[in-house]
T-cell receptor
Framework: DGGITQSPKYLFRKEGQNVTLSCEQNLNHDAMYWYRQDPGQGLRLIYYSQIVNDFQKGDIAEGYSVSREKKESFPLTVTSAQKNPTAFYLC??????????????FGPGTRLTVL | AQSVAQPEDQVNVAEGNPLTVKCTYSVSGNPYLFWYVQYPNRGLQFLLKYITGDNLVKGSYGFEAEFNKSQTSFHLKKPSALVSDSALYFCAVRSRGDSNYQLIWGAGTKLIIKP
């Protein structure tokens, strides 16, 4: 899982609560990503950021929010507006935002369960 | 629309036999192609990528993949499977000419290696 940490590993949320998932990288990567993974499905992109103080919506951004105030940090907030938030959340980073051939490095993931 | 297909949800192979995990893609322009592996409740690990040049790409843990432009395929292979290769495998693609920095992901193939 390299130099990307995600916390917590497991998270339980009551309906109507907002929760924030942490993602930190010490790889000095410019780009960072948040994915959602559901059983039997591939990865779906929630948000991504190519540079500090800038981020773009992915395919399933509704009900989520992010910030990128520091290069090494890209926290994801799952809001109460997200109707089905129970899933495995993966954070990734990539070196060189303009280098499209670079691979992404992934954190260990956070499993969010709504009670 | 750009897409990646992994036609097999699951592949079963006896230990010591060769394995193949299939991936086909549809993108505009020439692709960058990637394979990742995911062990249970873990993040994804990068295995290998095709950028340009030799169609046969060698990667981590003895895996290799062959890029076939005419068949738009990038199948993952290993000459002799190990029980420890059992995991979920993802193929991903990005078009070189695409200013969008997103990867297009396949749905994943579960590889089961039986002793």
């Amino acid at each position: 899982d390299g130099g990307i940490t995600q916390s917590p590993k497991y998270l339980f949320r009551k309906e109507g609560q907002n929760v924030t998932l942490s993602c930190e990288q010490n790889l000095n990567h410019d780009a960072m990503y948040w994915y959602r993974q559901d059983p039997g499905q591939g990865l779906r992109l929630i948000y991504y950021s190519q540079i500090v103080n800038d981020f773009q919506k992915g395919d399933i951004a509704e009900g989520y929010s992010v910030s990128r105030e520091k290069k090494e940090s890209f926290p994801l907030t799952v809001t109460s507006a997200q109707k089905n938030p129970t899933a495995f959340y993966l954070c990734a980073s990539r070196e060189g935002r303009a280098l499209l051939n670079n691979e992404q490095f992934f954190g260990p993931g956070t499993r969010l369960t709504v009670l | 629309a750009q897409s990646v297909a992994q036609p097999e949800d699951q592949v079963n192979v006896a230990e010591g036999n060769p394995l193949t995990v299939k991936c086909t893609y549809s993108v505009s322009g020439n692709p960058y192609l990637f394979w990742y592996v995911q062990y249970p409740n873990r993040g994804l690990q990068f295995l290998l990528k095709y950028i340009t040049g030799d169609n046969l790409v060698k990667g981590s843990y003895g895996f290799e993949a062959e890029f076939n432009k005419s068949q738009t395929s990038f199948h993952l292979k290993k000459p002799s499977a190990l029980v420890s290769d059992s995991a979920l495998y993802f193929c991903a693609v990005r078009s070189r000419g695409d200013s969008n920095y997103q990867l297009i992901w396949g749905a994943g193939t579960k590889l089961i290696i039986k002793p």
